[in-house]
């Protein structure tokens, strides 16, 4: 899977919300019925948060294993699957939307899971949790960039130097971390 050369945070930008409107009724335009559900998460789903410059959004289905009928009309609008991250994140199928000026340059990450599945319920537990708690959020924002300075280069320890956070939003929040 390509990725960005560096973590790089943006100011929250106010047309996020309509980005994913218009994104989540393209997905339903070629999805239909084979989704339930599509939710804006992460960092841009969260008003005043910066963030990645990528929309994560999250397909619910009714079964996980429904998932193989949308790969073909995902990769018809650009969404590209990544079959090899599925021994990582199990349950959820992982899909990247690249900006067509740049291929390295990711636009969109959609997970699909089924829904009432616990990375589903952890997702919108924590964004409307920061959404409803601006002292939390804050905490969040200082926490990302620190990190981001920090590990400029490796996504992969900028994630995971979010993970006791994260797990302590749940807790409070009744997801249990």
């Not at 997905?27 to 939710?39: A, Q, S, T, Y």
Request: with cysteine; hydrophobic share 40%.
């Amino acid at each position: 899977m390509a990725a960005s050369a560096q973590i790089r945070l943006v100011n929250y930008d106010s047309d996020w919300p309509r980005l994913f409107e218009e994104e989540r009724n393209r997905l339903l335009d070629v999805l239909g019925r084979r989704v339930l559900v599509i939710e804006h998460i992460g960092s841009t789903a969260i008003p005043g948060m910066p963030a990645k410059p990528i929309l994560d959004l999250l397909a619910l289905v009714e079964d996980i294993q429904a998932a193989p009928a949308c790969y073909a009309p995902l990769q018809a609008i650009g969404y590209q699957y990544h079959p090899e991250l599925e021994a990582m994140l199990p349950g959820r199928r992982y899909f990247c939307r690249y900006d067509p000026a740049d291929p390295i340059e990711q636009t969109h990450h959609l997970h699909m899971v089924q829904m009432k599945s616990e990375f589903h319920m952890h997702q919108l537990l924590f964004r409307d949790h920061l959404t409803e708690h601006p002292e939390d959020a804050a905490r969040y924002q200082a926490l990302k960039q620190e990190l981001a300075a920090r590990f400029r280069h490796d996504r992969e320890a900028y994630t995971d130097g979010k993970t006791a956070f994260v797990r302590e939003i749940l807790a409070r929040a009744g997801g249990d971390g």
